[in-house]
């Protein structure tokens, strides 16, 4: 079993949707939670971490719920330029490793 | 301003060859990592270091061999390449504990003909 699963997509959406995507994760031990955004062969880079009382960023929040071990990203009002794709990590400090999931592919179409 | 770097950008390798890619970071970061991402997948862990002069195996080691002789550099080599190892390398940095953000380099893109 996958440390961390997501949904690979793509979600294709119109500008202005409301999209939203899951991200399981199987060590309970884990202890921080990350969303990476990642665009056609560039670099993953961090979009924003996320705390258990939720967090938002403008037109992103994130979410945590350990009990079930998921975390979720909610984009509102997309943005042709949220294209990417996401990527979901957890990372447990004992074993200084990060488990990447393997990606969900946004498409926002005008 | 510079983060995280690798070199080289691009190679391409023949059957067999040997190289090693160098990533370098600026951050006085302890912790280093190289992944590698293959069409369709995520990243894999190569092998990461908790501090100078120190290695560990990640996921997917074989075929590859680290080095961290100072803090800020981390090296990946390849004694003999090979098609497997076609691929987009990303070297990334982190503090240890709560303040674990990684910071990715631009990545190497490997093609072993």
């Known amino acids: 079993r996958k440390e961390v699963e997501q949904d690979p997509g793509p979600f294709n959406v119109p500008e202005g949707a409301t999209v939203a995507f899951n991200c399981t994760y199987s060590n309970s031990a884990s202890q921080s939670f990350f969303w990476y955004r990642q665009d056609c062969r560039k670099e993953p880079k961090l979009l924003m971490s996320?705390?258990?009382s939720g967090n938002e960023d403008g037109r992103f929040t994130a979410q945590l719920n350990r009990a079930s071990q998921y975390i979720s990203l909610l984009i509102r009002d997309s943005k042709l330029s949220d294209s990417a794709t996401y990527l979901c990590?957890?990372?447990?400090?004992?074993?200084?490793?990060?488990?990447f999931g393997s990606g969900t592919k946004l498409n926002v179409k005008p | 301003n510079a983060g995280v770097t690798q070199t080289p950008k691009f190679r391409v390798l023949k059957t067999g060859q040997s190289m090693t890619l160098l990533c370098a970071q600026d951050?006085?970061?302890?912790?280093m990592y190289w992944y590698r991402q293959d069409p369709g997948m995520g990243l894999r862990l190569i092998h990461y270091s908790v501090g100078e002069g120190t290695t560990a195996k990640g996921e997917v080691p074989d075929g590859y061999n680290v080095s961290r002789l100072k803090k800020q550099n981390f090296l990946l080599g390849l004694e003999s390449a090979a098609p497997s190892q076609t691929s987009v390398y990303f070297c990334?940095?982190?503090?240890?504990?709560?303040?674990?953000?990684?910071?990715f380099g631009a990545g190497t893109r490997l093609s072993v003909l």
């Open positions: 990590v957890v990372n447990i400090y004992n074993f200084n490793k990060f488990y």
């Open positions: 990334a940095s982190s503090f240890s504990g709560d303040k674990n953000i990684q910071y």
């Open positions: 951050m006085n970061h302890e912790y």
């Open positions: 996320v705390y258990s």
